[in-house]
């Protein structure tokens, strides 16, 4: 899909530093807590705990620290109170953002996303203001190597997906989000390996974005999401192979 997907296949634009594994892990246990409070600790009935789960362990993350993050979760561990809040808001050339935090303080997490915003070219904005833009999806990622597109798309819509396309060299199944993990186990269950899983905010629209404006968003968003607070960024914008190159370069 337009926007985050092709976010996500540009984060080697990102030096892969151990203080950016860190706060990555910092923001993987969060879920893992946020998932545990809301739904309970047994992954088996709580499918936000199991996709938490197992995204920690694909990161590599120690079982250990999972398991702690877990317990912190439903109370049986002293822990941090968080709480989620999702902003919204406009980057450059007016593209519409989600913003998912985990907080324990909702007053400092809103100082700094509004700081980031204001000096690199966002600005917040009010309650719905951009949420009625999005639609929650779930999102598998193939290795289209390892399969033709013929053999995924009769295997996937057999699962209950809702549509398989191609993205560079991956596909992207597309499920609602009730049927995401059953659709990711029924593929499993046929031999057919998710090398990537999430829950998405889709854009229903997107905006083509090019050059300086391109430059400015990736810049944002970036800055964003290296907040402690913010879990993930959604946004609305589509680029092409040609100008997405020019931003890498």
Known sequence: MAGHSKWKQIKHYKAATDKKRGALFTKLIREITMAAKLGGGDPGGNPRLRLAIDTARSASMPKENIERAVLKGTGELEGVDYQEVTYEGFGPAGIAMLIDTVTD???????DVRNKMTKLGGNLGAINSVAWMFEKKGQLYVDASKIDEDSLMEKALDSGAEDVVR????????TQPTEFHAVQEALKAKGVAVVDAELAMVPKNTVQITGKDAESLFKLIEAIEDLDDVQKVWANFDIDAAELAKVEG
């Not at 303080?105 to 100082?111: G, H, Q």
């Not at 993205?167 to 597309?174: A, H, K, N, P, S």
């Open 167 to 174: 993205e560079d060299e991956q596909f992207l199944v597309t």
């Open 105 to 111: 303080n909702p007053t400092r997490t809103v100082a």
